[in-house]
């Protein structure tokens, strides 16, 4: 699965931390998700969409999804 | 490496933290107490297996602790440690599967099961290390 995690993140000036703090996890975690490490539990995925208010489909998209796009 | 800041991250690493010093001091006065009460030779034989059993409920007070802690991290720090347990019960589980085999036919020396446990947390917190390295 691929994630805009990290663009989205930048977009605001958050630092790994910070987002981690919204999200209740650890920095760890949120560096795992974003290098594509650990996919997030459906949960997670809705907590950080509501984060970034978008969509889930906005940051999170299938391997085979983003590659058809490309 | 950024250090975490969230707050209950840090709270439940420092309440595992003072829940595991507390069940380590009780161990250890356990092990100690039960070593000295054996020594006395007209301990009946129910003495005997009260004091050999007593280190047995501080490890149950780390066992706790570690549920407690397991319950307060997140969704992948507790992929990491349920990963890791399952390494650490697979390699325990053979290992000492095969040991008994070599044991009983190769002749190779006797190892006491007491060591069972310490090899199993060994190895867990071992793996938990190297996964964690692997989703740096």
Redesign the interface.
């Known amino acids: 699965m691929r994630n805009r995690l990290k663009v989205l993140r930048a977009e605001r000036n958050w ?3 910070d987002l ?2 919204k999200l ?6 949120v ?3 974003e290098t594509g ?2 996919d ?2 459906l949960p ?1 995925a809705f907590k950080i969409a509501a984060v970034f208010g978008l969509p889930i489909e906005q940051i999170f998209s299938a391997d085979e999804a983003a590659q058809a796009a490309e | 490496m950024p250090r975490e800041t969230s707050p209950k991250i840090i709270s439940n690493g420092r309440r595992y933290m003072g829940n595991m010093a507390v069940a380590s001091v009780l161990y250890t006065a356990a092990v100690f107490g039960g070593a000295f009460a054996i020594r006395d030779e007209s301990l009946p034989q129910w003495g005997v297996i009260l004091a050999a059993l007593a280190p047995l409920i501080p490890a149950l007070l780390m066992l706790r602790a570690y549920v407690i802690f397991l319950n307060g991290v997140d969704e992948f720090q507790r992929r990491i440690q349920t990963d890791a347990m399952l390494i650490s019960a697979a390699v325990v589980g053979f290992g000492s599967f095969a040991y008994g085999f070599l044991e009983e036919w190769a002749g190779f020396p006797h190892l006491p099961l007491i060591w069972v446990f310490p090899a199993l947390i060994g190895i867990w917190g071992l793996a938990a290390c190297v996964l964690r390295l692997r989703y740096k």
């Open positions: 630092s790994q931390a981690a703090e209740d996890v650890s920095r760890q975690s560096n795992a998700i490490k650990y997030p539990s997670l």
